[in-house]
C-alpha cells in the first residue's frame, strides 16, 4: 500500500518546508470565509447578491429592469432569469467569485443593452457594483427603469436596519444609506450617478413624487422570508398608484406614461428595511453602488470603482490562462471564458427549510409512479453549490454537481473542497443526502410542487465522491512534484498571499489530511447508507452456475424508486431498463457508482492512514470489479448490461437474462476507470463500441443510446439518442487514462494496433464536441442541456452553463503527445 511512502512524503516535505508556510484549517477555512463572503450568490436573479454563511440577519441585493416608454413595459420587469424573457443573450464574460466579475445583457425587447459588474476589495469586506447601460437601437426612443432593491433582513424586534441618510450631498443624483446587521455589523452604501441621461419630459410629471428625471426611493417593510416577491411587490405598488393617478385625472395622457410608471409611496408606509431604488434613463448611463463596512481597513473610494474593475478583470484573466491554459488567439478563447465563468456565475448560496417524506416506501410490486404526499418541513439547511441552469434548475443537483467540481478542480480546487464540505454537511443521520437541494420558498417558487419533496430511499449517481476521488489522486501528485522539485532547488512555494489562486489545499499536505479526517465519518455514513438502500437481491440467481461459482454476494444493486417508464434516480431518467420492471433487477450503472465510491473512500482512508479501511476498502472494490464481469459483463453482445430474473428460464443459466441497451449505461464502468488495464479484451470491445459510427459515435459527440437500439429516438428522448456533454467527458478522461497516459503502452508492443485506434478516437471525438457546441454558441449565444443526436442542434434547456461547460475543460486540456 502506498501509505507509509506517502507518510514518509508528508514529513520529508514539511520538514524542508518548516511550519511557516504550514496553514492549518482554521487559517485556511478564515481566509476561504473572507474571500467567499459576498458574491452574486442570488444566481436565480439576472443580478441578486447576498453574503455566504450570514444566515439570520443578511444584506440581499436585486436588480430589476423595464422599459417604461409603454405601459407594456410593467409585464415585462426582468428579474428572476427566464427562459421566456427572451433575452439575446446574458451571461458572465469574465468572473470569478473571489475577485469580481462582469454580465453583459443584451435584450432587444427592451431595446436595452445592460452591463453589472461586480468588484471586492482585498480583504473581502466591501464591495461595488458598477451597472451601465445604453439603448440597443439609439432611433428608438426608451424610458430604462432600472430598480435595484435592497434589504437588511432580521426580525423586527432585532437591532438591524437600513436607512437612508437624510443629508442630502451636493449632487442630488448620490444616495446614501446607513445599515447594520449583527452579524455585518455596521456599513453604508452608495448610490451614485455618473453623467448618466435620466428621462426628462417635455410636460411635468404628473406629481412630484413621480419624476422620472431623477432617482425616486420608497421605504417599506417586507417580511424576510417574503423578499424573494419583490418584483410582485413592486408591481403592484405601481398599478395602484397608476389607478389612483386615472382617479384624479381620467384623462391621463399617453405621454405621461413614464411617470405614471415610477414607483410612489402611494399608501404611506412607514419606512422599513426594504429600500426600491428606481431611475428611469433615456440614453447612456452608469451609476455605482458601493458597499463598504465600517472600520474596514480597505473601504472602496468612490473614484476607485473604474480602477478595481480594470484590476480585477485583469487578475480573473491571469488566472484563466494561467489554469486553463487556452491561447490568447484560441479561436475558442472569449467562447470558453464565457462558458467557464458562467458556470462559476451559477455558484449560490442558499438556505432555508426543505421538504421531506420519510414515510413512504417504494412499491416494488407496481412500479407505478411515485406521490410522495407525507412530507414535513426540516431544517433550516444552508448549501452553497454551483446550479445546471440559472433559468431552469436554480437549485443544488446532486448527480450534476460533481460534474460541476470537475469542471473547477482545474481552476479552483479550494473552492471546490468549500462546495463538496457543504454538499457533504448535508448527510443526515442516516447517511442520506436528497438529489435536489430545494432550500426556502424563494428556490421552491421555481419547482413545480409534485417534485419539491425529496425521500431518503432514493439516491443519485454519487459524482461527489467521483470528484473527489479525483482531487485527492491529484493532489498526491501535485504534492510529489513539488518534494521532487524542492528537492532539486528550484521548489518555489507560491506566497501565501496570493490568496486568489485557490490551491492551498493542493498544496498544503498538512491541510488535506485534516480535511480528510474532518470529512470521514460522514462520508462513510453516506456510503453505508448507499449500500445499504440500493441493494439488490442477489439470491434468486444463485442457481445460474456462472453466476453462483463465483459473485461475491455482498455487491450487487439496483436503483430504488424506477417505474415503468422511468428510472429517476439513475440521473438518466428515460433509458431503457427492463421490461416489465422486476424486483430481482440488477443494475450495472447502479454497481458501478458503488465502485467509484469504494475508490474514493479507500483514497481518503489512505491519505489518513487508516490501514484497516483501506484493506477493507480495497477488497470491496476488487468485489465490485469482479461482480461487473461476473453479472453484468454479456459475452454474446460483448458489453456491460443491467440484469433481470427470467422465470420461464429452460435452463439454470438462462435464469439470468441481460438486459442490453448499448449507451451511456453499458460503457460506464469504463468511463469512470474501473476496468483494470490488463482487461486487454474488455476494453477492445468498448473501444470498438465507442468507435462505432452506426452505433454511438456521432459527428458531434457519443449519442447517449445507440443508433441500433429499438427504443433509439423514440419516447420523450431524453437519454435516449442526444449527446450529453457530462458522460463524453468521462469517455474522454477515461481514454486518457487507459491508452494515453497507460502503463500498458511502454510494456504491451502487441497492443499497439489498439492504442492507434483508440487515439484517434479520442482525437476526434473531442474535435467533433467542441466543434459543434462551440458551433452553436456562435451561431445562438448559449449552450445547451444536449445536443441533437441528428443534426448536433442545441436542445433541451438553453443557457445550461453546468456539465455542459466541460467542454471549456476539453479546450484546455490537449495532452502533449497528440
Ligand atoms: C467559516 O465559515 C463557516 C460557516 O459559517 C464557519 O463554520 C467556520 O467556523 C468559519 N471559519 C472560520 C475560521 O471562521
Ligand atoms: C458592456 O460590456 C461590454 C464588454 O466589456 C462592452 O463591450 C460594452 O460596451 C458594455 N456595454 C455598456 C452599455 O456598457
Ligand atoms: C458497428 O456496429 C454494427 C451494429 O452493431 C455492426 O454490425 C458492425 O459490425 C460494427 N462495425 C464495426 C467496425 O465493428
Not at 23 to 43: F, T, V
Not at 477 to 504: A, C, P, R, V, W
Not at 618 to 641: G, P, S
Not at 782 to 807: D, M, R
Amino acid at each position: 500500500m502506498i501509505t507509509l511512502s506517502r507518510l514518509l512524503l508528508f514529513a520529508a516535505l514539511n520538514a524542508i518546508l518548516g511550519h511557516s508556510i504550514a496553514l492549518d484549517l482554521d487559517d485556511y477555512s478564515k481566509a476561504n470565509n473572507q474571500s467567499l463572503l459576498w458574491a452574486p450568490y442570488r444566481s436565480n436573479c439576472y443580478f441578486g447578491l447576498r453574503p455566504r454563511y450570514v444566515n439570520d440577519e443578511p444584506f440581499v441585493l436585486g436588480a430589476m429592469w423595464f422599459n417604461s416608454i409603454n405601459a407594456q413595459g410593467l409585464a415585462k420587469v426582468r428579474h428572476f432569469v427566464e427562459q421566456g424573457d427572451k433575452l439575446d443573450k446574458y451571461g458572465w464574460i469574465w468572473y470569478d467569485p473571489r475577485i469580481g466579475g462582469r454580465e453583459t445583457i443584451r435584450d432587444s425587447e427592451s431595446n436595452l443593452q445592460l452591463n453589472f459588474t461586480f468588484v471586492k476589495s482585498h480583504s473581502g469586506e466591501n464591495w461595488a457594483v458598477q451597472v451601465e447601460g445604453d439603448l440597443i437601437d439609439k432611433n428608438k426612443e426608451a424610458a430604462h427603469s432600472i430598480v435595484i432593491y435592497m434589504k437588511q433582513n432580521g426580525k423586527e424586534d432585532s437591532s438591524c436596519y437600513l436607512n437612508q441618510n437624510d443629508i442630502f450631498t451636493k449632487n442630488r443624483n448620490e444616495l446614501s444609506f446607513t445599515g447594520f446587521s449583527n452579524e455585518l455589523k455596521g456599513y453604508t452604501i452608495k448610490l451614485a450617478d455618473e453623467n448618466s441621461k435620466f428621462y426628462k419630459d417635455a410636460v411635468p410629471p404628473l406629481s412630484p413624487d413621480c419624476d422620472p428625471s431623477k432617482p425616486t426611493v420608497l421605504s417599506m417593510n417586507i417580511p424576510d422570508d417574503q423578499l424573494w416577491k419583490a418584483k410582485d411587490v413592486f408591481q403592484s405598488l405601481l398599478k395602484d398608484s397608476i389607478q389612483a393617478h386615472v382617479e384624479t385625472n381620467p384623462q391621463l395622457s399617453a405621454n405621461l406614461i413614464p411617470s405614471a410608471l415610477t414607483i410612489r409611496n402611494i399608501h404611506n408606509f412607514p419606512p422599513g428595511n426594504v429600500q426600491y431604488i428606481q431611475q428611469t434613463f433615456e440614453g447612456h448611463f452608469k451609476f455605482n453602488i458601493i458597499f463598504n463596512k465600517k472600520g474596514s481597513k480597505d473601504q472602496i473610494a468612490e473614484n476607485s470603482v473604474d480602477h478595481l474593475i480594470v484590476l480585477a478583470e485583469g487578475l480573473v484573466q491571469q488566472k484563466f490562462n494561467k489554469k486553463f491554459g487556452i491561447a490568447d488567439n484560441s479561436l475558442y478563447r472569449d467562447f470558453a471564458q464565457e462558458t467557464f465563468s458562467n458556470l462559476l456565475g451559477g455558484l449560490s448560496y442558499f438556505h432555508g427549510t426543505h421538504l421531506v417524506d420519510r414515510e413512504t416506501a417504494f412499491d416494488n410490486e407496481n412500479f407505478d409512479r411515485i406521490e410522495l404526499l407525507n412530507s414535513n418541513e426540516e431544517g433550516p439547511l444552508e448549501l452553497f453549490s454551483m446550479v445546471p441552469s440559472r433559468a431552469f434548475f436554480p437549485r443544488g443537483f446532486y448527480w450534476d454537481e460533481g460534474f460541476h467540481l470537475l469542471q473547477l478542480l482545474d481552476y479552483d480546487s479550494d473552492l471546490v473542497f468549500e462546495v463538496l464540505h457543504s454538499w457533504f454537511n448535508l448527510i443526515d443521520k442516516d447517511g442520506w443526502i436528497p438529489r435536489e437541494v430545494i432550500l426556502g420558498d424563494e428556490a421552491r417558487s421555481k419547482v413545480p410542487e409534485e417534485f419539491r419533496v425529496q425521500n431518503p430511499n432514493i439516491a443519485n449517481p454519487p459524482t461527489l465522491l467521483l470528484a473527489f476521488s479525483e482531487i485527492l489522486s491529484r493532489a498526491k501528485t501535485i504534492q510529489e512534484e513539488m518534494l521532487e522539485s524542492h528537492l532539486q532547488e528550484n521548489y518555489q512555494y507560491e506566497e501565501l498571499d496570493s490568496s486568489f489562486q485557490g490551491d492551498k489545499l493542493n498544496n498544503n499536505p498538512e491541510l488535506l489530511i485534516s480535511y480528510a479526517k474532518e470529512i470521514y465519518p460522514k462520508l462513510l455514513k453516506h456510503y453505508e447508507w448507499f449500500r445499504n438502500s440500493q441493494k439488490g437481491m442477489l439470491e434468486e440467481y444463485m442457481e445460474v452456475p456462472s453466476i453462483n461459482s463465483k459473485v461475491h454476494m455482498e455487491e450487487a444493486y439496483r436503483w430504488i424508486g424506477r417505474t415503468f417508464t422511468h428510472c429517476l434516480p439513475s440521473g438518466m431518467d428515460d433509458y431503457p431498463r427492463a421490461i416489465p420492471p422486476d424486483i430481482a433487477e440488477l443494475h450495472v450503472d447502479a454497481l458501478t457508482w458503488v465502485g467509484v465510491m469504494t475508490r474514493s473512500m479507500k483514497q481518503i482512508a489512505s491519505v489518513i492512514d487508516l490501514v484497516e479501511e483501506i484493506k477493507r476498502f480495497a477488497t470491496i472494490e476488487e468485489n465490485i470489479v469482479e461482480n461487473l464481469k461476473t453479472l453484468h459483463w454479456d459475452d454474446d453482445q460483448k458489453l456491460f448490461c443491467d440484469i433481470t430474473f427470467n422465470d420461464d428460464a429452460n435452463t439454470d443459466e438462462a435464469l439470468r437474462k441481460f438486459v442490453c441497451h448499448e449507451g451511456y449505461v453499458s460503457l460506464l464502468p469504463f468511463a469512470v476507470k474501473l476496468i483494470p488495464h490488463t482487461d486487454v479484451e474488455r476494453l477492445k470491445h468498448i473501444l470498438d463500441s465507442m468507435s462505432n459510427t452506426t452505433t454511438l459515435l456521432s459527428p458531434y459527440g457519443i449519442r447517449s443510446l445507440s443508433k441500433t437500439d429499438e427504443y433509439y429516438d423514440t419516447g420523450e428522448v431524453y437519454w435516449r439518442g442526444p449527446i450529453w456533454l457530462n458522460i463524453n467527458y468521462l469517455c474522454l478522461d477515461a481514454l486518457e487514462y487507459y491508452f494515453l497516459e497507460s502503463p500498458l503502452k511502454k510494456s504491451e508492443g502487441q497492443n499497439e494496433e489498439l492504442f492507434l485506434q483508440a487515439r484517434t478516437l479520442y482525437k476526434q471525438l473531442r474535435q467533433n464536441i467542441i466543434d459543434n457546441v462551440y458551433k452553436i454558441w456562435k451561431k445562438d449565444g448559449y449552450v445547451y442541456e444536449q445536443y441533437n443526436h441528428k443534426n448536433g442542434k442545441g436542445s433541451g434547456v438553453q443557457h445550461f452553463t453546468g456539465w455542459t461547460a466541460l467542454v471549456v475543460n476539453m479546450i484546455g486540456k490537449l495532452p502533449e503527445e497528440l
